[in-house]
């Protein structure tokens, strides 16, 4: 599967500024291309304290989360970054860096009333950082434990 479209299966996962990260796509003054400027925010990710020292994944703040019907579109000062299905607003909304992978997994299964997997997850995640959107850098273990 070539990265494209993995990219596309992540959880409803499409980057729209690839390879650009939130203050290169927001310096572009690139106008929103998931809905109109009146569509309903739903969610703004918030300031964390510290980056470094968070044990989960971290979004950039001042991230809004729009819902524009079908899906959620995240934009930064007026810029679309990417946008995801529900399960993905989930996950970007819990990604506060006080979760770790497996947190995230557990409260958005939770809150979601279905399973996730944890390693689906993390490359959500891992994915969203390659293109720039976390303010810190998320490690995951590829070797997978035998059963």
């Keep these: 599967m070539d990265r494209r479209a993995f990219v596309m299966g992540a959880f409803g ?13 927001a310096s572009k003054g690139t106008p929103p291309i998931g809905g109109s400027n009146s569509d309903s925010i739903v969610f703004t990710t918030v300031a964390a304290t510290a980056s470094d020292a968070a044990p ?19 934009r930064y000062n007026g810029a679309d970054l990417f946008s995801a299905d529900e399960i993905g607003a ?15 997994t557990r409260d958005a299964a939770a809150t979601l009333g279905t399973t996730l997997d944890s390693a ?16 810190n850098t998320v490690l995951v273990n590829l070797v997978e434990n035998p059963a």
């Design 13 to 25: 996962l499409a980057i729209i500024g690839t390879g650009a990260g939130i203050g290169t796509l």
């Design 56 to 74: 989960g994944p971290l979004m950039y703040d001042g991230v809004d989360l729009v819902d524009c019907g079908s899906s959620y579109v995240a």
């Design 120 to 135: 689906d997850v993390a490359s959500f995640f891992v994915t969203l950082g390659q293109a720039g959107f976390l303010q």
């Design 90 to 104: 989930t996950l970007v909304k819990l990604a506060d860096g006080s979760r770790s992978i497996e947190g995230i």
